[in-house]
């Protein structure tokens, strides 16, 4: 899976019977969610924060595993993601041009509002 972090617009909707993204405009082009693969919600990262480190006595920056300090933030920061089907078109049918579809991660940060895009098989 490709990594991103590329803010998208969603609109929600109904798709295969679960309320969740229905469309996504990623880099100019919309996309329509087919179906819904999984759903699940991601903590941030609590271990890292200033908090944390206070409270064991550490000052050292906490990195990630890609090396990239740790922000500093709220305990209870929250992001939703979806993991979906989707593709530019109508869907595959017998006989016609594949549409450029494939699963992607959609992410809903409730911290900020916003969606990004975070990963793609395409």
Do not use: I, N
């Not at 798709?15 to 941030?44: C, S």
């Not at 939703?80 to 989707?86: D, G, I, P, S």
């Amino acid at each position: 899976m490709r990594r991103y972090e590329d803010p998208v617009e969603v609109r929600r909707g109904w798709v295969t019977g679960v309320e969740g993204p229905e469309q996504f405009l990623w880099r100019g082009r919309l996309w329509k969610v087919r179906a819904v693969v999984a759903h699940w919600v991601e903590t941030a990262p609590w271990w890292q924060s200033s908090g944390v480190r206070a409270v064991v006595g550490s000052e050292e920056a906490v990195t990630d595993p890609s090396g990239v300090a740790a922000p500093a933030g709220d305990l209870l920061v929250e992001r939703e993601l979806w993991r979906v089907e989707a593709g530019r078109g109508a869907g595959p049918a017998a006989g016609s041009e594949p549409d450029g579809g494939g699963v992607f991660d959609l992410s809903f940060d409730w911290s900020d509002g916003r969606w990004q895009l975070v990963g793609c098989v395409d």
